[in-house]
């Protein structure tokens, strides 16, 4: 950027203050023809969700108006990472409108076809980084475990479709797949916090998840147990009262749920977090910036503050992994730093995430942002606030 202090944004600093939302053109499911005579307790059950997920162009087609490149898209995604829609997020297309955040999100386009020189099927090198089957261990005191490879709904922004989708998995059993793995944590006493994802750990039966959680939970030395998941976005039916009081048992459990536009925000969606803070879960989210997506101010500040609204504190916005095939999604990291910049000062801290860029080559997550030290000598701190007034801060 030409000016490293951030400084040229000051004009266009304060946002238009109430943009009118869009007006929300996702149906009730039983206004889908398709959808129409299903029966209310079929809709609210996961395993009828998850079983009838739009897996073909003809079936999504029923739904949605396909464009050329999304046909071709569709065609092009077999194998790993095919498409996989479910029912309930289906009904929250805009049936339209190709640019439609939640389309995006899920129908493949024929750009994903599109490998950029510098895209890399493991960006973050994960891989390198694991001891252990199905473990990442990155940091001194947390590892994280891919639970599954599958999930209700597969984004079309994953960063980790090198494993991810609908393939055929290797036989494990079922019983002894995280052994290796718990050893490891059991060996390691600095690791205090163990992050379980995918995948998505949320699509496992809760008997299978409650044999992993009370595993992790038997070791001592782990503090505490994170669950990143998108279930309650793409899936709420999941959440259901039996999972909120098994989850209850492991306390403290935090969660991360990856939230990208306000949109994903339903009454339905609402009610999953509500079960999930009322059995004492703690709940952040986590944002990819996507072009096209969530990449104006406006949207993320309505999405933050949306999220405020149903008890989820915004924790991370990432930019996009260089994962290969994500070009036509890439933001340049000015959009992110902007974003911080138009949020930071301007909404309640609660509202503000932190921006990161995981290190390609495994460097972790790397927090970028505004400048607000304009300059340092000793004893002496020249600052700058949200409005771009300079204040000096003697030591
Ligand atoms: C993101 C991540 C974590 C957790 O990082 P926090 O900043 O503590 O949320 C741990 N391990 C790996 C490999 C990760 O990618």
């Given at each position: 950027?030409?000016?490293?202090?951030?400084?040229?944004?000051?004009?266009?600093?304060?946002?238009?203050?109430?943009?009118?939302?869009?007006?929300?053109?996702?149906?009730?499911?039983?206004?889908?023809?398709?959808?129409?005579?299903?029966?209310?307790?079929?809709?609210?059950?996961?395993?009828?969700?998850?079983?009838?997920?739009?897996?073909?162009?003809?079936?999504?087609?029923?739904?949605?108006?396909?464009?050329?490149?999304?046909?071709?898209?569709?065609?092009?995604?077999?194998?790993?990472?095919?498409?996989?829609?479910t029912p309930y997020w289906a009904s929250l297309i805009d049936a339209e409108d190709p640019n439609c955040p939640i389309r995006r999100q899920s129908v493949p386009v024929s750009a994903e076809f599109s490998i950029a020189p510098h895209e890399m099927a493991d960006p973050c090198a994960e891989d390198r980084d694991s001891p252990a089957p199905h473990l990442v261990?990155?940091?001194?005191?947390?590892?994280?475990?891919?639970?599954?490879?599958?999930?209700?709904?597969?984004?079309?922004?994953?960063?980790?479709?090198?494993?991810?989708?609908?393939?055929?998995?290797?036989?494990?059993?079922?019983?002894?797949?995280?052994?290796?793995?718990?050893?490891?944590?059991?060996?390691?006493?600095?690791?205090?916090?163990?992050?379980?994802?995918?995948?998505?750990?949320?699509?496992?039966?809760?008997?299978?998840?409650?044999?992993?959680?009370?595993?992790?939970?038997?070791?001592?030395?782990?503090?505490?147990?994170?669950?990143?998941?998108?279930?309650?976005?793409?899936?709420?039916?999941?959440?259901?009262?039996?999972?909120?009081?098994?989850?209850?048992?492991?306390?403290?459990?935090?969660?991360?749920?990856?939230?990208?536009?306000?949109?994903?925000?339903?009454?339905?969606?609402?009610?999953?977090?509500?079960?999930?803070?009322?059995?004492?879960?703690?709940?952040?989210?986590?944002?990819?910036?996507?072009?096209?997506?969530?990449?104006?101010?406006?949207?993320?500040?309505?999405?933050?503050?949306?999220?405020?609204?149903?008890?989820?504190?915004?924790?991370?916005?990432?930019?996009?992994?260089?994962?290969?095939?994500?070009?036509?999604?890439?933001?340049?990291?000015?959009?992110?730093?902007?974003?911080?910049?138009?949020?930071?000062?301007?909404?309640?801290?609660?509202?503000?995430?932190?921006?990161?860029?995981?290190?390609?080559?495994?460097?972790?997550?790397?927090?970028?942002?505004?400048?607000?030290?304009?300059?340092?000598?000793?004893?002496?701190?020249?600052?700058?606030?949200?409005?771009g007034k300079i204040y000096t801060y003697l030591e």
């Amino acid at each position: 950027m030409s000016n490293p202090l951030g400084l040229e944004n000051q004009k266009l600093q304060i946002e238009t203050p109430a943009i009118p939302r869009p007006p929300k053109r996702s149906r009730d499911y039983q206004q889908i023809s398709i959808y129409k005579d299903v029966n209310p307790l079929d809709w609210e059950d996961w395993h009828w969700q998850l079983k009838h997920r739009i897996r073909t162009k003809e079936e999504l087609s029923q739904i949605i108006k396909l464009t050329p490149e999304e046909e071709k898209g569709i065609d092009k995604a077999r194998g790993r990472l095919a498409m996989a829609i479910t029912p309930y997020w289906a009904s929250l297309i805009d049936a339209e409108d190709p640019n439609c955040p939640i389309r995006r999100q899920s129908v493949p386009v024929s750009a994903e076809f599109s490998i950029a020189p510098h895209e890399m099927a493991d960006p973050c090198a994960e891989d390198r980084d694991s001891p252990a089957p199905h473990l990442v261990h990155r940091y001194p005191d947390r590892v994280l475990l891919l639970a599954t490879e599958h999930c209700a709904m597969y984004c079309r922004h994953c960063t980790r479709r090198r494993l991810v989708g609908e393939h055929e998995t290797k036989e494990e059993n079922p019983l002894t797949r995280f052994d290796a793995a718990i050893e490891y944590i059991k060996a390691n006493r600095k690791i205090r916090d163990v992050l379980i994802s995918g995948g998505d750990p949320l699509i496992l039966e809760d008997e299978e998840l409650e044999s992993l959680v009370q595993k992790i939970r038997a070791i001592s030395h782990v503090e505490f147990l994170r669950i990143g998941t998108r279930i309650p976005v793409t899936l709420p039916q999941r959440v259901t009262e039996k999972l909120a009081d098994m989850l209850k048992k492991y306390s403290p459990i935090w969660m991360s749920i990856h939230f990208n536009h306000p949109k994903e925000i339903t009454k339905r969606c609402k009610l999953a977090c509500d079960m999930l803070s009322e059995s004492g879960i703690p709940l952040g989210s986590q944002s990819v910036l996507l072009k096209g997506v969530n990449d104006r101010p406006y949207v993320m500040k309505r999405l933050v503050h949306d999220l405020l609204q149903i008890r989820v504190r915004p924790y991370y916005i990432y930019q996009c992994d260089p994962v290969r095939g994500t070009q036509h999604f890439r933001t340049p990291v000015a959009a992110g730093i902007n974003i911080i910049e138009k949020l930071r000062g301007h909404t309640s801290g609660y509202a503000v995430p932190t921006y990161v860029i995981d290190g390609p080559g495994g460097g972790g997550k790397i927090p970028v942002g505004p400048n607000y030290i304009l300059s340092q000598a000793k004893g002496k701190y020249v600052l700058r606030n949200y409005k771009g007034k300079i204040y000096t801060y003697l030591e």
